[in-house]
C-alpha cells in the first residue's frame, strides 16, 4: 500500500474568517498528517443566504488572516466561478488539477453533513473525495436518513486518507474554540469590539472597511 500526498479542503463562508475556523484548520491538519490544508472562500452559498461581505472582501481576509501561517493555504478557485459554488464543481477541478493519485479531503462540520444529501450531485463526492466529518457540540448525524447510510456504508479510521484518493469518511475531534461568525457579526453590529476573536489584522480590516455595521 502507497502513502500519498494529502491535501485538505476546508470550505466556508467565512463571515468573516476568525481564530475559531483557523485553530481548527491548523489541529486537523496535523491530526490528520495532511501535506497541505486549502481554505476555500465560498463565492455564492447555495444553501444559506448571502454573506453580509462580498466574496471579494471574505477572500481579502482570509488573504490577511494566512500572511504569516505558510501552513494554511487560501485556495480562490470559487471566486473565479460566477455561479453557485458547488462542492461537487470544486473537488471535480481539483482532481482534475492534482491527478487521480492525490488524496483529497474535503473537511466539513456534522451540521453540515447532516444535510449533504441536498448538496448539487452529492453522491459523486464521495467518489472525488474522502470526507472529513468534524464533531460540533449541539449537532449530530441524524441516526436514520441518507448521509447516516453513506456514513455506516464509507466510515473508515484515518489511516485510510494514506491508502487510497477518495472513497472514505472519517470522524474527526479536533479543539474547536467557541465562536462563532454569527455572533461576531451581531457584537460588531451592537457596537462592540471582535478583537482578539479574529486576527488583529482582520480586525484592523474590518474596522477600517466598516463591515458588519
Ligand atoms: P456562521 O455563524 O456565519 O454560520 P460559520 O463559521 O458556522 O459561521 P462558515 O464560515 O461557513 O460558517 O464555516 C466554515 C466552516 O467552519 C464550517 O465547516 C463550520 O462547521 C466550521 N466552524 C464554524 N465555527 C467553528 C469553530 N468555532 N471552530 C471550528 N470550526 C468552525
Not at 463565492?43 to 500572511?67: C, G, N, T, Y
Not at 477518495?166 to 461576531?184: C, F, H, K, N, Q
Request: glycine share 6%; with cysteine; proline share 6%.
Amino acid at each position: 500500500m502507497t502513502t500519498r500526498k494529502k491535501i485538505g479542503i476546508f470550505g466556508g463562508t467565512f463571515d468573516p474568517i476568525h481564530i475559531g475556523h483557523l485553530r481548527m484548520a491548523l489541529e486537523l491538519k496535523r491530526q490528520l498528517g495532511l501535506d497541505e490544508m486549502r481554505l476555500l472562500p465560498c463565492h455564492k452559498p447555495p444553501h444559506r443566504d448571502a454573506p453580509q461581505v462580498d466574496s471579494a472582501q471574505r477572500s481579502e481576509m482570509l488573504r490577511i488572516a494566512l500572511q504569516d501561517c505558510p501552513e494554511l493555504q487560501l485556495d480562490e478557485r470559487e471566486l473565479q466561478r460566477d455561479k453557485p459554488s458547488y462542492t461537487y464543481d470544486t473537488l471535480t477541478e481539483l482532481r482534475a488539477e492534482l491527478g487521480e493519485q492525490v488524496s483529497l479531503v474535503l473537511c466539513m462540520g456534522e451540521d453540515a453533513f447532516a444535510g449533504l444529501p441536498n448538496w448539487y450531485c452529492w453522491t459523486e463526492i464521495i467518489r472525488l473525495a474522502h470526507i472529513v466529518v468534524i464533531a460540533r457540540p449541539g449537532w449530530a448525524i441524524p441516526e436514520l436518513g441518507e448521509a447516516r447510510d453513506l456514513l455506516n456504508k464509507h466510515q473508515r479510521d484515518a489511516k485510510s486518507l494514506d491508502y487510497e484518493a477518495s472513497g472514505s469518511i472519517v470522524l474527526a475531534s479536533p479543539r474547536l474554540l467557541p465562536i462563532s461568525a454569527t455572533e461576531i457579526r451581531e457584537q460588531i453590529l451592537a457596537g462592540n469590539s471582535a478583537q482578539f476573536l479574529v486576527p488583529d489584522a482582520v480586525w484592523n480590516y474590518i474596522k477600517a472597511k466598516q463591515l458588519y455595521r
